[in-house]
């Protein structure tokens, strides 16, 4: 599944939570153009 934002996941899975005490696994992937919009460049540079 395709979400647009991760905060997007609650709402997608409480129902199956609530209605049947399910148990979701969620393994996020980023394209690349997410990976620039995180700007490690900054964030290695504050790490650093």
Do not use: H, Q, V, Y
């Amino acid at each position: 599944m395709n979400m647009e934002s991760a905060s997007e996941i609650p709402r997608l899975a409480e129902p199956w939570f609530l209605t049947f005490d399910a148990k979701l696994d969620f393994w996020p992937c980023m394209t690349p153009e997410d990976l620039a919009k995180a700007s490690l460049d900054k964030l290695g540079k504050k790490w650093k």
